[in-house]
């Protein structure tokens, strides 16, 4: 094994290791957590590597560049699969994690198991139009701007539940739960009290709209933060600088 390699797999632990002790601590079991892989400055190289190493939950936050992974990896595994002496490995399932245009909808569609950022009904109706065309459903979580910052994107937390409500009724959309980000602080009780506004707005969705049997997970916590998330009830984390620590990066190779 190459120490590329060795390190892209210490990496791993580690953050499978901070996820089992952050469950221990808020009495919850690692399998109820969903860990995405997010590759924004994985290099290609890297990319397979994390595939290679068996991870199948891959998030990506620019819609070109998720579509083109997509298809890059799509071949790497095809290739693979060719080779009877490497056999085949599992297909990754992707997560668009970034802001979403509508007119990137029919981009991301064919690569996409779950759309986290949907934050207004205009982008949910250009999902569900093009769901529809495609004759198959699509997952969906609405981001929320709990920090209530204005460099966000997210519905304001006043004006979520009656999103949810219009979501929930779209054809073809299923309308899995919330995604929300927290402020880049060191101040943890700020992070808390974002992440437990999101778990607030989880109940009172749940207890108030119509919202279907998909609805069941948070999506909230990357790499600095997902100890307290998991806390506070996340159950997808995104997980990106942690995970390439000391590997090359986008970034790096280009430097």
Known sequence: MSEFSKQLQANLQKVHDGVREACENANRQPDEIKIVAVTKYATIELLKN??????????????????ARGEAIHEFLSERARDMQAGAMPRPRWHMVGHLQRNKVKLVLPWVEMIHSVDSLRLGEEISSEAVARDTDVDVLMQVNTSNESSKFGVAVGAATHLAE??????????????????????????????MRCRELYDEITHEVEVGEHFRHMSMGMSRDYDIAIGCGATILRIGSALIEGLPTIASATA
């Open 50 to 67: 994390i595939v290679d190493l068996g991870w199948t939950e891959l998030g990506e936050s620019r819609p070109q560049e998720l579509a």
């Open 166 to 195: 219009m979501l929930a009724t779209l054809p073809n959309v299923n309308l899995c739960g919330l995604m929300t980000m927290a402020p880049l602080t060191e101040d943890r009780n700020t992070i808390y009290d974002c992440f």
